[in-house]
């Protein structure tokens, strides 16, 4: 039977040395190589009485990066996801992807004497060796400081058959910011990219296991609770990772103490003290914070995972259990919206401002685990450091809206400048939208019917969508079905190979009905619901989000025109009052049209038409030619499962020959 460790003087010895030192607890007993972010976290958790806010990136690889995936094939690094398991180190050991991570921050090209290379951002983790076989690691960062001659002692590795052999670096460039690409592991933190390189990655959980342990094992009765938004992913990704530790610690200078560790399915505790002594998790809504209430302690501590998506009322009564001087707070999130307590966290309440919370931003551009590759493509895909996406997911700050609205007056006057298109050279293969909104009739919404050149698949890269808006048949509010089908069946003949584009939801469904009744083939447009792709998902609340945010984009690089002044100022006004936020995942939420009526604004019914050109899924075919390519026939960005593109061509084909 165990001894209480109050009457183990080792126990006594153990506290004395880590309870206020938990980057030298992570270090010495659990043998981990720590990152800087991570001992700048740990020493503002260590001190008696802490508050500790933290806004983060995430990330590793860049865009591409190949990963060697257990079964011995490769997997971008991007399409990594949950449950994927990859080569250890070792050519032989899993590695399980407990989910992925994504970022943006200053990316470098490793390029080795063998040809090949990786793209790792600042502060991604090296697997250094040197010519005798010792092995440590340092962020990107940190080894661009050493002076050449460490450089030269120390290489990358790879597996062999033979053992591990050195990889000799030829140059190391940097190439700008970009995004990064990473995951959280289950077991170890390296494994094996192309050519069997040894590669580290992340961990932003393991902070969250190991000050768990920490915390546990050194403060007597000790009480810490974890809460968030979704508990039971948290408690699934923390208590894996307290276990991980618990095996660390078996294997280290304090063996002794992980008997005394017992974890549970929702619980962590001392044993014998299961009551008085533990870990647990638990969240609560708005609208019931005292869910959280009536926890209280001289060792309490609790710790906030996205914390951004977590309501004041909840943190109102989290604080208030805060009552004894050695009591802990920890906030951890993506910076998803620029209001609410962790927000406050890092302004008006921080340290800086003479508050009490002690506000660290992890840039993953200055992160050692994030790859250049990785912060490249995040450039690419955001346009700039300064879009709203890429401070949150990259550099980890808190996204400037006191705008409101998604694109600024001094971009929509550009969108009547100069063309977007080269149609007689690189856009030649351009095709046509007919893009049409129905409205609810008199002294309501407008109809409203859209021409446009269009040219490009894709949300960013060489291939971007292109959109010149050529025509504006009609924008009233007192149309009917005829006269509608009337103009849409005269372009329909005018312009050849044109697409239509048509929002057959609510008062469009009788002009969908009519036109199918008559043999006119339309894309539906559906953008309430959730956007088709993973990652899209991810990144936009439903795809009239995704719509909206990559028309803003396409008007801030020049890949939007208006070609026409007629109703200028309309179009003008609408493209400039498109209000938006973030949920508390940190997707962009376009207000509703209601929601917007309540703040004095009009339904952008004239740019809806404008945006339904951006949306996944939407197909065009060249104007002068019947058959498209097998590229031009890919739709916009990610395209619909459902999508039936030999039937779309035959369909455009049908309908050219019929108006020819």
Same mark, same amino acid.
């Given at each position: 039977m165990l001894k209480s460790l109050n009457d183990?003087?080792?126990? !006594?010895?153990?506290?004395? &040395? +880590?309870?206020?030192?938990?980057?030298?607890?992570?270090?010495?007993a659990l043998g981990m190589d720590i990152t800087w972010q991570q001992d700048e976290l740990y020493n503002s958790i260590a001190v008696p009485g802490s508050r500790t806010s933290v806004s983060s990136g995430h990330g590793c690889f860049g865009y591409g990066t190949l990963i060697k995936m257990h079964d011995g094939s490769f997997k971008a690094v991007q399409d990594i996801d949950t449950d994927d398991i990859l080569m250890g180190e070792d050519n032989f050991s899993p590695r399980v992807v407990l989910y992925p991570l994504k970022g943006i921050e200053r990316l470098y090209k490793f390029t080795y004497t063998n040809g090949k290379h990786h793209i790792f951002n600042a502060s991604h983790i090296l697997c250094l060796m040197d010519e005798i076989g010792c092995t440590l690691t340092a962020t990107v960062s940190e080894y661009l400081k050493w002076k050449r001659k460490k450089q030269r002692r120390y290489t990358l590795y790879k597996w062999s058959k033979y053992g591990y052999e050195r990889v000799y670096l030829k140059s190391v460039k940097s190439i700008g910011k970009g995004d990064y690409y990473g995951f959280e592991l289950e077991n170890s933190h390296k494994f094996l990219g192309e050519d069997d390189i040894v590669l !580290?990655?992340?961990?932003? $959980? &393991?902070?969250? *296991?190991? %000050?768990?342990?920490?915390?546990l094992l050194f403060f007597p009765h000790s009480i810490m609770l974890f809460t968030a938004p979704q508990i039971d992913q948290l408690r699934k990704l923390v208590w894996k990772e307290i276990e991980i530790c618990k095996d660390l610690l078996k294997k280290g200078r304090l063996a002794w103490i992980a008997d005394y560790v017992e974890v549970l399915a929702e619980t962590v505790y001392i044993k014998g003290c299961k009551k008085t002594w533990h870990v647990f998790a638990k969240t609560a809504p708005a609208n019931k914070p005292t869910n959280l209430a009536g926890l209280h302690g001289d060792n309490y501590m609790v710790w906030c995972d996205e914390a951004a998506g977590i309501a004041n009322e909840v943190f109102d009564v989290l604080i208030g259990a805060l009552t004894h001087k050695d009591n802990r707070m920890c906030m951890t999130s993506q910076p998803a919206r620029p209001s609410g307590f962790f927000f406050d966290s890092h302004h008006k309440l921080s340290k800086a401002a003479g508050g009490v919370w002690n506000a660290l931003v992890?840039?993953?551009?200055?992160?050692?685990?994030?790859?250049?590759?990785?912060?490249?493509?995040?450039?690419?895909?955001? *346009?700039?450091?300064?879009?709203?996406? +890429?401070?949150? &997911?990259? &550099?980890?700050?808190?996204?400037?809206?006191?705008?409101?609205?998604?694109?600024?007056h001094k971009y929509a006057r550009q969108a009547w400048l100069g063309k977007s298109l080269?149609?007689?050279?690189? !856009?030649?293969d351009y095709g046509y939208f007919m893009s049409v909104d129905v409205g609810g009739g008199v002294g309501r919404d407008d109809s409203s019917i859209v021409i446009a050149k269009v040219w490009g698949n894709q949300h960013y890269g060489p291939r971007a969508r292109r959109v010149e808006i050529t025509r504006i048949p009609l924008c009233k509010n007192n149309d009917n079905i005829h006269e509608l089908t009337?103009?849409?069946?005269?372009?329909?003949?005018? +312009?050849?190979?044109? %697409?239509?584009?048509?929002?057959?939801? *609510?008062?469009?469904?009788?002009?969908?009905?009519?036109?199918?009744?008559?043999?006119?083939?339309?894309?539906?447009?559906?953008?309430?619901?959730?956007?088709?792709?993973?990652?899209?998902r991810k990144e936009y609340v439903n795809k009239r989000a995704q719509a909206y945010v990559c028309l803003s984009r396409a008007v801030a690089s020049n890949r939007f025109k208006i070609r026409t002044m007629y109703l200028k100022a309309k179009a003008e006004e609408q493209l400039t009052r498109i209000p938006y936020t973030f949920d508390d995942q940190a997707r962009f939420k376009i207000l509703s049209k209601e929601d917007m009526r309540r703040k004095g604004i009009k339904s952008p019914d004239l740019?809806? $038409?404008?945006?339904?050109?951006?949306?996944? *899924? $939407?197909?065009y075919s060249p104007a002068n030619d019947c058959f498209s390519s097998d590229e031009d026939m890919q739709g916009f960005g990610e395209s619909s499962p459902d999508m039936d593109k030999k039937a779309d061509l035959e369909r455009a084909k049908k309908l050219a020959d019929l108006y020819a």
């Open positions: 183990l003087p080792e126990w !006594h010895a153990a506290c004395k &040395r +880590y309870r206020y030192n938990l980057s030298r607890f992570a270090i010495e !580290h990655n992340t961990g932003k $959980t &393991r902070s969250a *296991g190991v %000050t768990a342990l920490w915390h992890f840039n993953s551009e200055l992160s050692p685990i994030v790859s250049i590759e990785k912060l490249k493509e995040a450039i690419l895909q955001y *346009g700039s450091r300064d879009d709203p996406q +890429y401070m949150i &997911r990259i &550099r980890g700050l808190f996204p400037d809206l006191a705008g409101e609205f998604l694109i600024t080269d149609e007689k050279d690189k !856009h030649k009337a103009i849409i069946n005269e372009c329909m003949i005018q +312009y050849p190979n044109i %697409t239509l584009l048509l929002d057959a939801n *609510g008062a469009g469904a009788g002009l969908a009905q009519h036109l199918k009744s008559i043999g006119i083939y339309y894309k539906p447009i559906f953008w309430g619901g959730q956007c088709f792709s993973t990652k899209a740019v809806d $038409t404008f945006a339904f050109m951006f949306m996944d *899924g $939407t197909v």
